[in-house]
């Protein structure tokens, strides 16, 4: 069992195998479809962004809200396909880790060997049992798209499978 | 006649809006712990076994199993004996839908333009509301809560008579494969054959309310709803689309006759979870 400690530098993964499980504790950002869509027309007008990418873990999430006497909400993974039109961009700007579910583009994965960064896996639909990972959560930027706020979210232990590591292997064409 | 209130109505539709966010469908629920003790690979035994401790974390603890808490799909089925009064029974439905998504601290997942402005209603509505009018003086509500990680991956395809059985299986495991992790597998399938091009659709999603672990009636459909499920197993997706023998948990076929020239396909893709509950107002 791995577990490693947020933010992921560069060093920290780059030895790490397609098909680990590891268990992430410490700062990660979750963004979503409608805030990718804005992170990525701030990037094109150079606008400085709500949060450093710099080794930065992108979570694929939209939580439900958090009921009251709870930490967090349910928590599980989105389709990271969705965001593959942003993913190269947001790599090459410095993060080093997307946490989503499902199949990726070979440009998106060309990216992750380019930036030796890596591309994981959260298991979809265990929202209750992810959510309870969470310890904390503060919202970081656009707070009017409910669901799809920015949120930076301190976890513990919250377990991820390496899909596309920094050689190039792929969970899913093994 | 018999009148009820639609208040009723909305009422049922805001239990079982939040209740079905919460416990996993009994049927559902069944067929995922047969899986974990059947599953020959390792990671596909062990990643059943999390889903499984997340359906009871998720129970015990009041948080919804999965964060997408669905579209709601919502059928009335109405008595054609019934008068139903005070107020427009689809407003019900979606004031049923609004006050559960709020009272179960459900995620909000609905866009009022779906092209341009996608801006968020706030509380989840509108429902998909489909009326249907049936022999007798009771009302029938079904409810289910999509997820479109699942709805997203299904497909409606215009086979022609000669496709045959041959073709029909065809389209539902190249539905399934080109699902494959992004589905949430294991998955429910519903597959909708005959009818029309829309009606095809309306089966395959019909199919995704029907207790999973009944075959349907027709002996002949049973036996293709086991051919298929042994065909899905087979593709090795597995698990989260990490390996194994699990892909799908159940696949439900219903069909109607169609034209001498057609043989719509409906494949409606849903996920480990499939929620759905129904209430009978008497």
Known sequence: MIHLELPLTKDKIKDLKTGDLVYLSGQLYTARDAAHKRLFEMIQQNQPLPFDLKDATIYYVGPTPTMPGQTFGSAGPTTSARMDPYAPTLYDLGVSCTIGKGYRSKVVQDSVVKNQAIYAVAIGGAGALLGKCVKKAEPVAFEDLGAEAILKLTVENFPITIAFDTQGNNLYED | ?282
């Open chain 2, 1 to 282: 006649m018999k009148e009820i209130s639609v208040t009723r109505i909305r009422d049922a539709v805001t239990k079982m809006v939040q209740d079905i966010n919460v416990n996993y469908p009994k049927d559902i629920y069944q067929l995922l712990k047969a899986a974990s003790e059947n599953e020959s690979s390792q990671l596909g035994k062990d990643t059943l076994q999390i889903l499984l401790d997340n359906a009871d974390i998720a129970a015990n603890e009041h948080i919804p199993v999965c964060q997408d808490t669905g579209m709601a799909i919502v059928y009335v089925k109405v008595g054609q004996d019934v008068h139903l009064i005070d107020g427009d029974v689809t407003q019900a439905v979606n004031d049923g839908v609004a006050a559960g998504y709020e009272a179960g601290y459900l995620r909000k997942s609905v866009v009022d333009d779906p092209l341009y402005d996608r801006i968020n209603t706030k509380n989840n509505t509108p429902a998909i509301v489909y009326t249907e009018i049936i022999p007798g003086d009771d009302v029938i509500v079904e409810v289910k809560a999509k997820g479109f990680g699942s709805e997203n991956k299904s497909t409606l395809t215009m086979l022609t008579p000669a496709d045959g059985e041959a073709g029909v299986i065809q389209t539902v495991l190249d539905t399934i494969r080109n699902a494959g992790p992004n589905a949430c597998p294991p998955m429910v399938v519903g597959v909708g054959i005959g009818g029309s091009f829309d009606y095809a659709a309306v089966l395959a999603k019909k199919a995704l309310f029907r207790d999973a672990t009944i075959p349907n009636s027709n002996p002949k459909y049973a036996a293709l709803e086991k051919k298929l499920l042994k065909l899905a197993n087979e593709t090795g997706i597995g698990p989260q689309g990490f390996g194994g023998d699990t892909t799908a948990l159940a696949i439900n076929v219903e069909y109607f006759p169609t034209h001498i020239a057609g043989l719509p396909v409906a494949v409606n893709i849903s996920c480990h979870i499939t929620r759905h509950a129904k209430e009978i107002l008497s």
